[in-house]
């Protein structure tokens, strides 16, 4: 054996259940490296630890006097000090967190992928309130995995050497996990004391678990040339890879040629969709019932549906208590039978055609934050997965079919027969084959990524059957040439890790040398593909949307002591690391320096696309940037800075409104060179302002944004230079309006603690009515604020409504402070329904003599979202349907209102206040 380590651990870190399996690799006589399961001891009731073959994926947060101490105890250490460590995982964090859902984490895994969220924010359990300390997504992960670490310590006494953060871990995650969210899964390990880990996809595990059962006659069961499905469906996930079996130098070899896209789609929607269907039947919707009963619900649902569906039921009875005096009175109960949950599970999720007739979640507005997928037919994801990697089938075995010949099953939401057999009828239909292709068994679907993951761990020390697998997908870095400063950006990429290579090896570019611009802020394009073949390390391929546009690497590289900008010529090297991620280096070619660039992880900036159809010429680009230095370095007298504007869509011959976004942040750039111009007039400063804001707006958008908002940060507690003018004093707010979005959480609530007071004020206030308008509209515009001042903010607000004539612009405030739907925020920001209801009330019984504006702020108030934390209540919701219907004829907004939908361009720049740059599009679709 390579490894000098005791033990090769597994561990399956799901949705649903974590499982552990292990591999004794020390020598003994007459042993063999057999895999077994690590049995997981846990609170299994109050006070009672137990070893269950699974963790369940739920971490309790218990309240002050919940639960007795005693009955939490561990057996091994913890910080009572830590309120963190005060949580505890597994069966009884699921069983009693059943009855107090505000205090149960679950999904975290969903969580992880979740764009509308910063993943690393204390947002879980989803909906609780401030008397529950909450935890992160990530946090969350790092929790089960700890559990696991001292689980397994204690089981291992006093032998140090052998505990787990000192043995081989494979830690395992869906195939489709792109870098970032690996990133996350190994900031969660590490966070654990895991230390370094290697990851290995869930799918690839799977299989390697059959090849446990099957290392010496797997020839019996698979044929040279015949392609394997492996179809994975979890609680939270469904995954797809295909695997062929190849002739290679004369000897069959396993090889991955194809891994699926993410799908936040699994066992958790079923059970969604069946309690949505018994809710409508008790007349009852999810949000109506509250969090509590829903969870409630969609536990026992869980149970009822894998009873029936597994042939140990035919029916199961729901029981939802009431609360208060009427508990008797206000108890639901219902019946699900055989015919009810086959009949969702089956026609929702398994369509035969690999299309159901609803698209749309059944629950319609049951989604709780969580970004599910809207269609939810798997086979449907199925069928075009497989129909996608035609070229790849192709390739690997030298046939157009891409109908696999065996269907490997896993995943715990197919452990029912009647499932599995519905994906390989689903197959047989659609490919209008004779026979269905067969299933491959596999071993006990709960445990089998965890027993396949320490196979894995045992080929990588030299046993066991390998299968070729490697990168699930290609990586590129954007490549252009920007020397003349016209912030353009060509549309082509270099590929830097080809699909399928394998981990540990490291790749050079020698035929390709790049420049990179030292001492200054650079952005690097980074993209990905899981479906390109024939893409080599080194090709140059055009950006389509065949790529997946990652984050961009925003960084300085630094370079000598004096800080002088200089282009480096460069080579670029990438590493594809034992522990499954991306590594990528600039070497210098004149020099021994080497930077290392890392990943930018997701925070709270939702996805932004950039699509530019304009690009100017360089010399007109160039000639633009001239304009602006003269016009600001001009002597008195001779100043263009009044037609500033319009002389620069002179030489470009193009309105402003169509000036792309990189131009837009070249002329930024260029106005941030000449800050201290504006200290030459009041005309120059107001001048400076305006159209700074406007070329930089709205904060974000390109790679180097943060840099720039963050360097004009520096300006604000100066504040403007001419700051008597009331001029200045106007284009000082409506630039960090205009900027708002690329201001971080901390700067906006500056912002808010600096100003906060004056915009409602007591007396006769100092500033004009003009300028309080437009503080209202910075402030209005600033969504990371907490909802605490966000509350502070609209009452103040609907206050000054009542004692004078409300402008257009204080409704539009009062729409951004209070929208159901963030443009660009962290959606565990939004204000509470109950809030808005009271807001709404008091709005409604004030009269209005221009419903135009007021009927925009209210669509914005009340929109639909999907997520019933966030749903303001039926009854309020009809109140101001009825109202809008009233007003006048506002179609758009009565379905704002009605309709889970995605905003239009149009709609998106009203919401911020003005047109976004051409090109610039933010990403809202709706978390269904």
């Known amino acids: 054996m390579?490894?000098?380590?005791r033990y090769v651990v597994g561990i399956d870190l799901g949705t649903t259940n974590n499982s552990v399996a292990c591999v004794d690799l020390a020598p003994g006589e007459n042993k063999t490296c057999k895999i077994k399961t690590f049995p997981i001891h846990q609170l299994v009731g109050p006070g009672e630890f137990a070893p269950l073959s699974v963790l369940p994926s739920f971490l309790y947060i218990p309240g002050e006097y919940d639960i007795a101490k005693q009955d939490m105890a561990a057996p091994?250490?913890?910080?009572?000090?830590?309120?963190?460590?005060?949580?505890?995982?597994?069966?009884?964090?699921?069983?009693?967190?059943?009855?107090?859902?505000?205090?149960l984490v679950s999904s975290a895994k969903s969580w992880l992928c979740n764009k509308d969220v910063d993943t690393r924010a204390r947002i879980l359990p989803w909906g609780a309130g401030e008397d529950v300390f909450k935890v992160s997504p990530v946090h969350a992960s790092a929790a089960y995995l700890k559990h696991i670490r001292k689980a397994w310590n204690v089981s291992m006494g006093d032998e140090e050497e052998n505990y787990l953060e000192k043995q081989m871990v494979i830690l395992t995650v869906p195939a489709s996990f792109d870098e970032v969210a690996r990133d996350l899964t190994l900031q969660a390990a590490r966070s654990a004391g895991l230390g370094d880990v290697i990851l290995l996809e869930e799918p690839l595990a799977a299989f390697y678990s059959w090849l446990i059962e099957h290392e010496k006659n797997w020839p019996d069961h698979v044929a040279a040339n015949q392609l394997i499905l492996v179809c994975d469906v979890g609680g939270g996930t469904t995954d797809f890879t295909l695997i062929a079996l190849r002739e290679v130098d004369g000897s069959p070899r396993f090889e991955r040629i194809a891994v699926g896209d993410h799908l936040i789609l699994g066992g958790d929607n079923m059970d969604l969709s069946i309690a949505g269907s018994v809710a409508r039947k008790l007349g009852k919707t999810p949000k109506a019932m509250g969090r509590n009963d829903w969870k409630a619900l969609c536990h026992q649902c869980r149970q009822i549906k894998e009873h029936v569906l597994e042939g140990s039921a035919d029916s199961g009875r729901i029981t939802i208590m009431g609360a208060g005096s009427g508990l008797i009175a206000g108890t639901m109960t219902a019946r699900i039978d055989r015919s009810m949950v086959e009949s969702i599970v089956l026609d929702r999720f398994f369509p035969l055609s690999g299309t159901c007739a609803q698209t749309e979640l059944p629950t319609g507005d049951a989604s709780w934050g969580l970004p599910y997928e809207a269609d939810t037919a798997i086979t449907g994801h199925l069928i075009r997965f497989l129909d996608r990697h035609r070229e790849d089938v192709r390739a690997a075995i030298g046939r157009d079919r891409t109908a696999p010949d065996l269907i490997l099953f896993n995943g715990g939401a197919l452990k029912a027969p009647i499932l599995r057999s519905r994906i390989q009828q689903a197959v047989k239909h659609h490919f209008s084959l004779d026979t269905a292709p067969r299933s491959l068994d596999n071993r006990e679907m709960d445990l089998a990524v965890s027993l396949g993951a320490a196979y894995y761990g045992t080929v990588k020390s030299g046993a066991g059957v390998r299968v070729g697998s490697g990168s699930p997908r290609s990586y590129y870095v954007g490549v252009g040439d920007d020397a003349n400063g016209s912030g353009e950006r060509s549309r082509q990429a270099v590929c830097l890790v080809e699909r399928g290579l394998e981990e540990g090896s490291s790749i050079a570019l020698p035929d390709r040398p790049l420049k990179v611009l030292a001492n200054q802020p650079v952005s690097i394009d980074l993209f990905s593909s899981s479906y390109r073949s024939g893409d080599r390390s080194g090709d140059l391929v055009e950006v389509d949307d065949t790529l997946t546009a990652l984050p961009a690497l925003n960084t300085v590289i630094q370079f000598g002591s004096k800080g002088i900008r200089t282009e480096i010529p460069v080579n670029l090297e990438a590493s594809y690391t034992e522990v499954g991620t991306l590594e990528i280096w600039c070497q210098s070619l004149n020099s021994p320096h080497r930077w290392q660039l890392r990943f930018q992880l997701r925070g709270d900036k939702k996805p932004i696309e950039v699509t530019e159809h304009n690009v100017f010429e360089a010399s007109l680009v160039q000639s633009a940037r001239e304009t602006i230095r003269e016009a600001f370095t001009s002597p008195p007298g001779q100043t263009r800075l009044?037609?500033?504007?319009?002389?620069?869509?002179?030489?470009?011959?193009?309105?402003?409104?169509?000036?792309?976004?990189?131009?837009?942040?070249?002329?930024?750039?260029?106005?941030?060179?000449?800050?201290?111009?504006?200290?030459?007039s009041i005309e120059a400063e107001s001048r400076w302002m305006n159209l700074?804001?406007?070329?930089?707006?709205?904060?974000?958008?390109?790679?180097?944004?943060p840099h720039r908002v963050k360097t004009l940060w520096k300006q604000y507690k100066k504040g403007p230079v001419h700051a008597t003018a009331p001029q200045v004093r106007l284009e000082w707010w409506i630039l960090w309006r205009r900027l708002a979005a690329g201001l971080t959480a901390g700067q906006q609530r500056q912002v808010y603690q600096d100003i906060g007071s004056f915009l409602v004020p007591k007396k006769k206030s100092r500033f004009s009515r003009q300028e309080l308008t437009e503080m209202w509209m910075a402030m209005a515009n600033m969504e990371r604020l907490l909802v605490k001042d966000?509350?502070?903010?609209?009452?103040?607000?609907?206050?000054?409504?009542?004692?004078?004539?409300?402008?257009p612009q204080l409704q539009w405030a009062l729409s951004r402070i209070g929208s159901r739907d963030p443009l660009y925020g962290s959606i565990d920001r939004v204000i509470p329904p109950s809030e808005i209801g009271r807001w709404v009330e008091k709005l409604l019984s004030m009269s209005w003599k221009n419903p135009k504006p007021t009927v925009e702020m209210l669509s914005q108030l009340c929109r639909k979202t999907g997520d019933p934390l966030r749903e303001i209540d039926d009854e309020t919701r009809d109140r101001v349907v009825g109202w809008i219907a009233s007003a006048g004829d506002f179609p758009e907004a009565l379905a704002r209102i009605k309709?889970?939908?995605?905003?239009?361009?149009?709609?998106?720049?009203?919401?911020?206040?003005?047109?976004?740059?051409?090109?610039?599009?933010?990403?809202?679709?709706?978390s269904v």
């Open 2 to 5: 390579i490894s000098d380590r």
């Open 790 to 807: 966000k509350i502070v903010l609209g009452r103040q607000l609907i206050q000054a409504f009542h004692t004078r004539k409300p402008q």
């Open 642 to 680: 009044p037609r500033l504007m319009s002389d620069i869509a002179g030489v470009l011959d193009r309105p402003r409104e169509k000036w792309p976004l990189s131009l837009l942040r070249t002329l930024a750039d260029t106005l941030l060179e000449h800050e201290s111009a504006r200290k030459k």
């Open 692 to 705: 700074l804001g406007f070329c930089l707006r709205p904060g974000i958008g390109e790679g180097l944004d």
């Open 76 to 103: 091994w250490t913890v910080d009572q000090r830590s309120r963190d460590d005060r949580n505890f995982a597994g069966a009884f964090a699921r069983d009693h967190g059943a009855a107090v859902p505000l205090r």
């Open 899 to 926: 309709t889970q939908s995605i905003r239009e361009q149009q709609e998106k720049n009203t919401v911020f206040g003005e047109s976004l740059p051409a090109g610039l599009v933010l990403d809202n679709s709706p």
